[in-house]
């Protein structure tokens, strides 16, 4: 499917590890993945070491890009992908600044849901837990509604292409997220209950928006 802009959209469907894995085309334009996950997992960012996982016997995959973990739930979250190539304008080289123009994307997104109050944040806060838990740090173009995350931002990069992984959370359940870490700690338990600003919205309403907020 092509939108305006020279975006080719692509709907993906596998387990959370295969969509992980995918690698853009080296000669990628522009390209937004909107994933179908078809489990439930609790994904842990490249530093993070194994034992951050209270069991894997309930889904534990491993992404390759940095940051705290994130629970994918099919129904609870919606996942898009973004990948460019390095000759689009949109290109930054500074991976501090490189998601910033995603972030207003997914601020006007939000907006078009009826979430009118993002923040797209400029720079990276770990805070106490974030590199344990994703949506309790702050990173560039993840977008803030309150002083929570609405839209978690991570990106992988290679020497022509750019793939950003973001996140939303239609629905938030930070007790059962907090079940599957090994910390144990009530200071991340109680962090997690405000962590994110879910969006109720179909995904298919998210997907729409999205793609008609991405740059012409």
């Known amino acids: 499917m092509s ?7 692509r709907r993906l469907s596998g387990t959370v590890e295969e ?19 078809h489990e439930t997992a609790l994904v842990l960012g490249s530093a993070q070491p194994d034992h951050a996982a209270a069991s894997h016997e309930a889904g534990v995959v491993r992404r390759r890009s940095a940051g705290g973990a994130v629970l994918v739930a099919p129904d609870d979250s919606v996942w898009i992908d973004v990948v460019i190539g390095r000759s689009d304008p949109l290109w ?9 123009w995603l ?22 806060e770990p805070g106490p837990w974030g590199r344990l838990a994703c949506f309790t740090s702050r990173g560039p ?3 803030l509604v309150s002083g929570s995350k609405a839209v978690g931002i991570t990106q992988r990069r290679t020497r022509t292409t750019a793939r950003f992984q ?4 239609r629905r938030w359940a930070p007790e059962e997220f907090f079940t599957r870490l090994a910390e144990s700690s009530e200071q991340l338990r109680v962090a997690l209950l405000t962590a994110a600003w879910p969006v109720d919205a179909h995904p298919d ?3 729409s928006a999205f793609i008609s907020c991405l740059p012409r």
């Open 3 to 9: 939108a305006g802009g020279g975006w080719t959209i």
């Open 19 to 37: 969509l992980h894995g995918l690698n853009p085309d080296p000669d990628v334009d522009r390209e937004a993945w909107l994933m179908s996950p």
């Open 92 to 100: 930054e080289s500074d991976v501090n600044q490189a998601p910033l």
């Open 103 to 124: 972030g207003e994307v997914w601020a006007a997104t939000l907006a078009s849901l009826g979430v009118a109050n993002g923040e797209v944040f400029d720079r990276y």
């Open 141 to 143: 173009g993840e977008v």
């Open 166 to 169: 973001t996140l939303l959370y």
């Open 205 to 207: 309403q998210v997907h």
